[in-house]
Nanobody, 123 residues
């Protein structure tokens, strides 16, 4: 069974950095677009950005946080990353990854969500 497994969350001081990872594992034939979302306390889920399979090796800057975050992926590891720099208190949230996966060669794309990883930015 396919799944997305996130890692890298935790507590960090303002101005610090974290790198989140999300690996697709299990029975997978191919991985399509991957993305990151976050949900702050009391707010709705916000999309940060996405990266396609063809964009592997490049980075995508998240404009909503004024370039402090970048998204990248490694197709050889079926993994998407979220590099977060100069973190602020308002970045405190649960971060979720999202991906389109195919479990068989001719199956349809299916959307999967990671379990979420907590990021707390506090002094």
């Amino acid at each position: 069974q396919a799944r997305l497994v996130e890692s890298g969350g935790g507590l960090v001081q303002p101005g610090g950095s974290l790198r989140l990872s999300c690996a697709a594992s299990g029975t997978i034939f191919s991985v399509g677009t991957m993305a990151w979302f976050r949900q702050a306390p009391g707010k709705g889920r916000e999309m940060l950005g996405q990266i396609t399979e063809a964009e592997a090796g490049a980075t995508s800057t998240v404009s909503s946080v004024k370039g402090r975050f970048t998204i990248s992926r490694d197709n050889t590891k079926n993994t998407v990353y979220l590099q977060m720099d100069n973190l602020k208190a308002e970045d405190t949230a649960i971060y979720y990854c999202w991906a389109q996966l195919r479990t068989e060669r001719y199956s349809n794309w299916v959307i999967y969500w990671g379990q979420g990883t907590q990021v707390n930015v506090s002094s």
